[in-house]
């Protein structure tokens, strides 16, 4: 099992950008696959980006392909979701979460399912 603390949400202007950062302990960082979702108020909880153990694969959700870019630093245990060009439809809970490190990522870094260990959440509110 992984720790996660998210960190860097805020309240923001349309068109404005925020930083977000997921601190891992517990287990070797490099040892897991990384994902952000979001949830908004009456919504489901909906993939946004992950990211391979390695940093060499990256995968988007269309709504924030081009806005929005994962990175990972497995040194500092950490891994980021820098967000620009935001919109007030990007208001929502951000959470962080890890899946051990397997063959079916390619596949599954989608699916909240797979994802063992979550983060508590930050909250982003974009304003109009």
């Known amino acids: 099992q992984v720790q996660l603390e998210e960190s860097g949400g805020g309240l923001v202007q349309a068109g404005g950008s925020l930083r977000l950062s997921c601190a891992a302990s517990g287990r070797t960082f490099s040892g897991y696959n990384m994902g952000w979702f979001r949830q908004a108020p009456g919504k489901e909880r909906e993939f946004v980006t992950g990211?391979?153990?390695?940093?060499?694969?990256?995968y988007y959700a269309d709504s924030v392909k081009g806005r929005f870019t994962i990175s990972r630093d497995n040194a500092k245990n950490t891994v980021y979701l820098q967000m620009n060009s935001l919109k007030p439809e990007d208001t929502a809970v951000y959470y962080c979460a890890a899946v051990p490190r397997g063959a079916y990522f390619y596949r599954d870094y989608n699916k909240r399912s797979a994802y063992k260990d979550w983060g508590q959440g930050t909250q982003v509110t974009v304003s109009s």
């Open positions: 990211i391979s153990w390695s940093g060499g694969n990256a």
